[in-house]
């Protein structure tokens, strides 16, 4: 498959499938690519897999190449790896170094392609601290709950460049204790999330959106003045934060 321009290269399970191909494409890696899109790719299913869900326990081997073979690429600057499913220690643990040269990334999707392990995604906090460039960052549709999504909140916090958090679809709500106190009020530990994320918004003034539909937050009860409270902001900086998150679902 020939890119469709030199600074372009696409690849979407819909046209061709990495699988096999990959030093067939290595070398159009070049210090000019600006786009690298591999939606999709399938990178390490198995010839003998008939499901496409299905993931061979191979996919770090392609991976690892692919990223390896980008190292030049030091002008890239939108990235999708978005159903590629990046699970293997092996590769989780070099993300921070294989992401480093791309120090002029501004987009990254990692959509339905994180480990669920928490002291995996730790790597993949580091990693997002050597991309300060980045304006747009998606982690949709991971199944994060909140314990795991705790573990990439000191690489989210270093991207003071952002836009565009897409949050949506995963599980954050899933660790919340549903009692309320006696005030009414969610108890504290069930708001640890929208608390970060008060904050982050707050301390990150480029950011326009963070997107937190699909997470289950509306079969939970909280007040957001108990989250302001807890996030030490002010009900005039809480009116600003809730213009720039999206949190309820379209049904």
Known sequence: MIPLNQTELYWNM???S?????????????????????TNARL???DDDDDWESWSASQGDELLKVLRAMKTCKNLQHLNLSGNYIVQKTIVSQLPALLCPFSKL?????????????????YVGKSL?????????DLSKNSLNADMFIQLTSG?????????LDLSKNNLSSTFVLEEDHKGGAEEETIEILNWVCNFIHGTPSLENVDLTG???????F?????????????????MVLKKIEIKDDW
């Open 18 to 38: 990495l699988y096999g191909d990959v030093d067939e494409i290595i070398h159009l890696f070049n210090s000019n690519l600006v786009v690298s899109d591999l």
């Open 223 to 239: 007040e957001w003045d108990e989250v302001a409270e807890n996030a030490e902001i002010t009900k005039n900086e809480l009116k």
């Open 156 to 164: 989210l916090n270093k991207l003071l460049s952002l836009e565009k």
């Open 129 to 137: 601290e050597v991309l300060p460039r980045l304006t747009y960052l």
């Open 106 to 122: 501004t987009f990254l999707s990692l959509a339905e392609a994180l480990p669920h392990g928490r002291h995996l995604l730790r």
């Open 44 to 46: 390490g299913i198995n």
């Open 14 to 16: 819909a046209a061709h």
């Open 215 to 221: 997470n289950g937050f509306d079969q939970i009860f």
